[in-house]
């Protein structure tokens, strides 16, 4: 009789053993690549939404000045009219809006530039997030 309970017992004991290490492997693997997924997909995000702030900032800034060179050709300011007039007769507020053109493509470009160079050191971090999530997936399929 106690040898049928020890039996019964050591029979639990050892399926409760084997349903542990099956869950700690899978629990512990399926947590790990969560967190991995949820890096990963916040770098993304984060890029794309940088992106984003830059492409707009350029063209807020660029529309906002253009709208500030448009004011002073409009001669809307009384106190400052003859001054804007003599500026426009001579031609300097159409080269000021030139040269602010040239000047900003310049920048713009220079800035484009930089953000390729942060596209491939971002492309690089991805990558290797992507091929550690690789290497979770292949050992958790182990």
Do not use: P, W
Request: proline share 0%.
């Amino acid at each position: 009789m106690i040898q049928a309970i020890m039996l019964v017992f050591g029979g639990i004991v050892l399926i409760i053993k084997v349903i542990k290490s099956i869950l700690i492997k899978y629990a512990a693997h399926a947590v790990i690549i969560g967190v991995q997924f949820t890096i990963t997909a916040t770098l993304i995000t984060f890029v794309m939404l940088f992106y984003v702030f830059i492409i707009t900032s350029l063209v807020t800034i660029y529309n906002k000045i253009i709208e500030i060179f448009n004011y002073i050709q409009s001669g809307t300011n009384a106190d400052l009219s003859c001054f804007f007039g003599a500026l426009d007769c001579v031609g300097l507020t159409a080269a000021f809006q030139n040269g602010f053109t040239i000047v900003y493509s310049a920048l713009t470009t220079i800035l484009i530039f930089h953000l390729f160079k942060f596209t491939l050191s971002t492309m690089r971090i991805i990558g290797n997030e992507l091929f550690k999530l690789g290497v979770l997936i292949g050992q958790a399929v182990k």
